[in-house]
């Protein structure tokens, strides 16, 4: 590594929600990285040589390589500053389980995204509506972000759902805040947010609407062929 590098590389995938977690917080942080993409559906052996499940994110220090988003996430949080965790414990506490809470609403995501027929994705669409309604009862009257004003951890794994979001609108499927006032001013900020603008690529939608449309799922086949 040259004397120029940066000591940390995230070891990313264009889409993947759970690398832009870890690049939202490094750029919350202002901590230098570079970033190297894999292709997933050809591991080069490299990345699995870092990566025991195979997985993006990874994190590459100068001598371990961390994986899994929440572990690189709480690795940051305890080596660099600023704060992005709650001070107190039990704050902390709550925080961290609405980022698993969000790690399972990604899941949910892609069981729509991949819904083989009418019935079942509009099972995972009633499933996530009412995940958003959860959420809307544990946001901050304050906002914008989750906990008021500042801009926390948990706020960096929403981020990448309501991009998704974005997608699924191109694709015909609206109206997903409707009633939650508090989700779509969460919504707007984050979108409106540096780091999580700077946490994907300039072609993101683009990239992502092509990959949305090789699913072979219901979505897939509503997908305007003239939007990719
Ligand atoms: N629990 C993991 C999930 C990461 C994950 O699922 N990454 C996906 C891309 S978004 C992946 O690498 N999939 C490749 C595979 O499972 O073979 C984390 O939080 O880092």
New binding site residues.
């Given amino acids: 590594m040259s004397a120029q590098a940066p000591p940390l590389t995230l070891v990313s ?1 264009a ?5 832009q ?1 870890a690049a939202i917080v490094l750029l919350e942080k202002g901590v230098p990285f570079a970033r190297r993409d894999v292709n ?1 559906a050809a ?1 080069p052996a490299w990345f699995l040589a870092v ?1 025991p ?5 990874v994190l590459l220090t100068d001598n371990t390589a961390v ?4 572990v ?1 996430c709480e690795y940051l949080e305890e080596t660099n500053g600023p704060p992005l965790h709650p001070s107190q414990p039990l704050d902390r506490a709550r925080h961290r389980a609405w980022m698993e809470f969000g ?1 399972a609403m990604l899941a949910t995501v892609g069981g729509f995204y991949t819904a083989p027929d009418a019935a079942s994705l509009q099972a995972r669409r009633t499933e996530l509506q009412q995940r958003f309604t959860q959420l809307e009862a544990e946001l901050s009257a304050d906002g914008p972000y989750f906990s008021g004003t500042g801009f926390s951890m948990v706020d960096a794994v929403f981020a990448p759902v309501f991009r998704y979001l974005d997608a699924f609108e191109v694709c015909g499927e609206a109206g997903w805040l409707e009633n939650l006032p508090r989700m779509q001013r969460w919504r707007i900020a984050l979108a409106a947010r540096p780091s999580v603008q700077q946490a994907v690529a300039a072609d993101y939608p683009q990239r992502l609407l092509a990959f949305l449309r090789t699913r072979g799922s219901e979505l897939a086949r509503r997908i305007a062929p003239a939007r990719v």
């Fill in positions: 995938h889409l993947c929600p759970y690398v977690r997933l591991k990566s499940l195979g997985k993006t994110p994986f899994e988003s929440a690189i790690s």
